[in-house]
C-alpha cells in the first residue's frame, strides 16, 4: 500500500515565475492539506482539500491555489514567486472520518 | 504570535537514558495534541497523540503528558535509542477530524551511543 507521494521532490524556480507541485493522497483517503515549512521551522496549513473543494484555508496570499481532481489527487500552485516562497511544502492526505494526517517526504522548493 | 511552542531548538541524551521534550500553548481552544517525528528527506511521522480530557497517554516508550492548567505538554522516551534521533514537532488542533494542524518549531534530538 503506497503512502502519500509527492513530486517532483526538488524544483529550482526564479522570482515572479509559477510553479505546481502535486500530490498523491494515501490509498483510500479523500482529503489532502498542504504545509509550508520554512527553514527552522515547524509546518504550516495552506489549505485543505476535500471533494474537489477548498474547505479550509490558512494565512496565505492568494497566489497559493489548490484543486484536487476525482481521484483525489491534488495539486498546489504558487503564482508570482517570491523569495520567501523558499521551502518544504508538504502534502497530508486523511480520511475525512477520521482525520489522521499521514504526510508525505515533502518538495524542496527553491526560488533564486 | 506562535500558538505552539518548542522553546528547545535541539536536545542531547545518551542512549539507554530518558528524553524529555517538552511544548507550551496558548490557544485554549486546542483539543487534541500530537508529537511527530522527522528524519531528513522524509515527511512528519505521526508518533502519540492525547486528548484534553486526558492527562497521560503511553505506547510502548513513549509518553505523552499534558497539564492543561499550564498549558503545558511534554513527551517521554525511555529507553532512549540511536534511531529516536530526529526532529520532534509539537501540533495542536482545535478539534479530531481534518482541522488544521498547528506546529512549533521542532525540537531535534541527538541520541548518542
Known amino acids: 500500500d503506497a503512502g502519500v507521494t509527492q513530486s517532483p521532490t526538488h524544483l529550482i524556480k526564479t522570482r515572479g515565475q509559477q510553479v505546481t507541485l502535486r500530490c498523491s493522497p494515501k490509498s483510500g483517503h479523500d482529503t489532502v492539506s498542504w504545509y509550508q515549512q520554512a527553514l527552522g521551522q515547524g509546518p504550516q496549513f495552506i489549505f485543505q482539500?476535500?471533494?474537489?473543494?477548498?474547505?479550509q484555508r490558512g494565512n496565505f496570499p492568494d497566489r497559493f491555489s489548490g484543486h484536487q481532481f476525482p481521484n483525489y489527487s491534488s495539486e498546489l500552485n504558487v503564482n508570482a514567486l517570491l523569495l520567501g516562497d523558499s521551502a518544504l511544502y508538504l502534502c497530508a492526505s486523511s480520511l475525512s472520518r477520521t482525520g489522521s494526517q499521514y504526510f508525505g517526504p515533502g518538495t524542496r522548493l527553491t526560488v533564486t | 504570535d506562535q500558538q505552539v511552542k518548542q522553546n528547545s531548538p535541539s536536545l542531547s541524551v545518551q542512549e539507554g537514558r530518558i528524553s524529555i521534550l517538552n511544548c507550551d500553548y496558548t490557544n485554549s481552544m486546542f483539543d487534541y495534541f500530537l508529537w511527530y517525528k522527522k528524519y531528513p528527506a522524509e515527511g512528519p511521522t505521526f508518533l502519540i497523540s492525547i486528548s484534553s480530557i486526558k492527562d497521560k497517554n503511553e505506547d510502548g516508550r513513549f509518553t505523552v503528558f499534558l497539564n492543561k492548567s499550564a498549558k503545558h505538554l511534554s513527551l517521554h522516551i525511555v529507553p532512549s535509542q540511536p534511531g529516536d534521533s530526529a526532529v520532534y514537532f509539537c501540533a495542536a488542533t482545535g478539534a479530531w477530524g481534518n482541522t488544521p494542524l498547528v506546529f512549533g518549531k521542532g525540537t531535534r534530538l541527538s541520541v548518542i551511543a
Open positions: 482539500y476535500y471533494e474537489e473543494e477548498e474547505r
